[in-house]
């Protein structure tokens, strides 16, 4: 299950450099996105049933998320649907596909609160596999990781979210994060090494960090493992590091090693890179 948010993401990349405070000449592309949703569709494009857990408005958005969701086969029947507008999340991008700037109007997961999650947690708690956006408020996290029994799976999305989780580092069986993530998580200023070590002693089960196409630093076997994904010249960003984070849990699901996974995470981000969307309606193509 994946529980998290849901937004119409609008992506505008400029074909020079961005000038601020000033028009600037670009394409845009409307698509998909919000965390949650971007993870929940690379796993159904790569054949795994998956339960959405999100907050989704009944508006002209609302409908077309969820028909959308529907053509993926993925079951809504948790969620909560509001009168509230639906999520939107709007990204400028610089010519070479890096974020700028972006802006998330996502009140509607609000929604997703801790009285609402009670009235369902018998549902909740059937299924053994959780990846939580951590968009979700304080109290919704803090109720989740008290009352989920299966493994929970988390990306750290921004330093200011990551802190969210340090209380509950213990119960985290999969922690994916930037540098300076993770840096902040385990409150080391050592090495990376250091830093995954401080977090493995706190409880975390599995720690990966990322740096952009740099190396990727993970704990297998009682060591610190690294690789490297291979060189790209991306159209756009928006939504590797979900692709990424897909991919690992597409090989959890599966029973690979761990360093499979990894490679399925490369895989799927580097599949994401090759459209300007946050997801490859293709993916499936690079497994």
Known sequence: MIIG??????IAKAKNELLMHDSNVGVMEISYGGVGRNIVENLARLGNEVHFLTAIGNDEFGK???????????DLSGSFFSSKRSGLYLALCEPDGEMKIAICDNEIIQGLNPEYLESILDYINSFDHFAIDTNLSKSTLDFLFRNLKGKIYVDATSITKAMLLEPHLSRISLLKGNAAEIAALSKVKGDINSQINALLNLGVKRVVATSGQGPVYYNQDGMIKSATPLPEKPLSTTGCGDAFMSGLIHGILLGSTFDQSIDFGFKAASATMKVVGACNPELDKYF
């Open 5 to 10: 948010g849901a937004n119409i993401d609008i």
């Open 64 to 74: 077309s998320l969820k028909a959308d969701l529907k053509i993926l086969k993925v």
